[in-house]
């Protein structure tokens, strides 16, 4: 009995120990830089430099439609997974009509300094929706926080901190603590995790208008999590969720976009 009892403790402590010093590795995948910038032919497509709160200088890209190049647009702000280099999106700007798109690498991503963390990814984001308030060429009022898995709780926190026209979240999570207890409900979670994402927590306060694209099959982050996250969104609020799509391939199903500029053309609407 001593001996199965210190084996289970051994155990429990060295996978509570790697989780707690790998977790970096097991939250955060950075991804190196395109081997060529973003090309597309219904839009212009510009490389920016984001000054950090620590005097980073961190790539990004700024799309705008063709003719509009110099007019006034309104802008989706696009935060990506723990695993996604963000150029690409720039080349799907053409999917939102009349708006325009800034995708912003992570530090660590993309041949970006740094390293990523939930405080650092934070304090990133408001310096990018900072720097696109400022620019003659963007509507401050019309910005729009699109957040994919991990990106959903870098949105979700701009939300809370920034003024807002809207939030698009995609196969988003309530927090880091209830994904990482459903896939390791035998480790301390609680005492362990470093970064919480706790969007869950904000999502009462927050009152801007929110579009969640749901994946029913997503073994990654299940859609209890998502569900969870809706239902204590304070704001106005839509659901979507595809029937057989996974957590990868969610944007493979035409309704995916058309729900996104759906809900980018109401708030156009709006203003």
Known sequence: ??????IVLSLTIGLSALLYFGQDGL???PQPAPD????????????????????????????????AVT????????????????SYMAALAGHFPGWSLLAVNYRGYGGNPGR??????FADALAAHDWASRRSDVDPARIVA???????????????????????????????????????????????LKHGFDSIGRAPDISVPVLMLAAQRDN?????????????????????????????????????WIAIETFLA????IF
């Not at 990523?116 to 990814?121: K, N």
């Not at 209890?224 to 990868?248: C, D, M, Y």
């Not at 109401?266 to 609407?269: G, I």
Request: glycine share 8%; proline share 9%.
């Open 1 to 6: 009995m001593i001996s199965a009892i210190t």
């Open 27 to 29: 939250i955060f995948y």
């Open 36 to 67: 060529r910038p973003p090309r597309a032919a219904d839009v212009a497509i510009m490389q920016v430099q984001i000054t950090t709160f620590d005097g980073l200088s961190l790539r990004g890209w700024l799309a705008k439609p063709f003719p």
């Open 71 to 86: 007019e006034r647009l309104p802008l989706a702000l696009y935060f990506g997974g723990n695993a996604e280099e963000a």
């Open 116 to 121: 990523p963390s939930e405080r650092t990814l």
């Open 146 to 192: 699109i957040g994919r898995s991990l990106g959903s709780g870098v949105a979700v926190y701009l939300a809370a901190e920034r003024p807002l026209a809207g939030v698009v979240l995609i196969t988003p999570y309530d927090s880091f603590r209830a994904v990482a207890k459903r896939h390791y409900p035998y480790a301390p979670v609680s005492l362990l």
């Open 220 to 256: 990654i982050i299940p859609v209890a999590h998502a569900q969870a996250l809706f239902s204590k969104w304070a704001g106005p609020k839509t659901w979507r969720e595809f029937a057989g799509a996974g957590h990868n391939d969610l944007h493979t199903n035409p309704a995916y």
């Open 266 to 269: 109401q708030r156009t609407a």
